[in-house]
């Protein structure tokens, strides 16, 4: 897992970039909308809301933005209705992808969509081809200058966390989706910084692709990262880290 959780990190750093440029802002705004619109205005009575809420808080997204969100999704202010849709497919060495996106538009956004796999080598499948081969589980980045890793893991432990990974940037601590939120909240408790945290798609197996396939993969990510529709990419790909660093570069 390590190169799919180096190409994570690196994508929650290019979130920074975007976040200045207004694009993250657009994706966050769009799932309070929507949270919002499903369940509600009340952060306290809609957990999803509640999620989206703290994304945009960590991502320093304006208090006036969640707010104006929040209202479009509840009807007090007027704005697009938007659906959500999961795509599935498979890019090239048969790496299985899950694209998660929110549209007022899904002619254009499959279309968009079909199009990167395509030139990238890869195939749109059908609904259900490959999200089997992934498992919904919270997931908590903490900096690794928080602390030395057996202080961490225990103050993650003791926070009801399940598991804990270290990376290059950052521990990354599991839990189940439903305790996301009661494990976050004690972790910062306990005086942790949290980096981000969200409910995410972990592969049960992985892909080992490497050199064209892999250059391939990663340029698909990159593809359907761009689309102004889509807000998550999930893949169960393994490229080593080195070739990911030389294709960011």
């Known amino acids: 897992m390590a190169g799919h959780s180096k190409w994570h990190n690196i994508r929650l750093r290019k979130g920074k970039q975007d976040a200045e ?4 802002f657009t994706r966050l705004a769009r799932e309070i909308i929507v949270a919002a619109r499903e369940g509600g205005g009340n952060p306290d009575a809609n957990a ?3 999620m989206a ?3 945009a808080r960590d991502a320093h997204m304006p208090q006036e933005n969640i707010k104006r969100a929040i209202q479009r999704g509840t009807g007090e ?3 697009a209705a938007y659906e959500e849709v999961v ?3 498979y890019a090239p060495g048969g790496v299985a992808v899950m694209v998660e996106c929110l ?18 080598g890869g195939s749109l499948g059908e609904s259900g081809c490959v999200s089997w081969m992934f498992k919904p589980r919270g997931l908590i980045r903490i900096p690794r200058s928080a602390g030395d890793e057996d ?5 993650a432990l003791d926070a009801g ?6 990376e290059e940037e950052f521990y990354e601590v599991y839990t189940e989706p439903e305790d996301l939120h009661r494990v976050r909240e004690a972790i910062e408790q306990a005086g942790l910084p949290i980096e981000n945290a969200e409910v995410t798609m972990l592969p049960t197996t992985t892909v080992h692709v490497e050199g064209k396939e892999a250059q391939q993969v990663l340029r698909l990510m990159d593809m359907l990262d761009e689309l102004d529709d889509v807000q998550q990419v999930y893949a169960n790909f393994d490229i080593a880290e080195e070739e990911i660093e030389s294709a960011v570069r």
Do not use: P
């Not at 254009?108 to 395509?118: E, G, K």
């Not at 966390?161 to 270290?166: I, P, S, Y």
């Open 103 to 120: 549209t007022d538009n899904r002619n254009r956004t499959v279309s968009d969509v079909r199009a990167a796999f395509s030139k990238c």
């Open 151 to 155: 202080t961490v893991l225990a103050a």
């Open 161 to 166: 966390a399940d598991d804990m990974n270290t």
């Open 53 to 55: 809420i703290q994304k």
């Open 87 to 89: 795509y599935e497919g």
């Open 48 to 50: 999803r809301l509640r």
């Open 21 to 24: 440029r207004g694009k993250l």
């Open 77 to 79: 202010i007027a704005g």
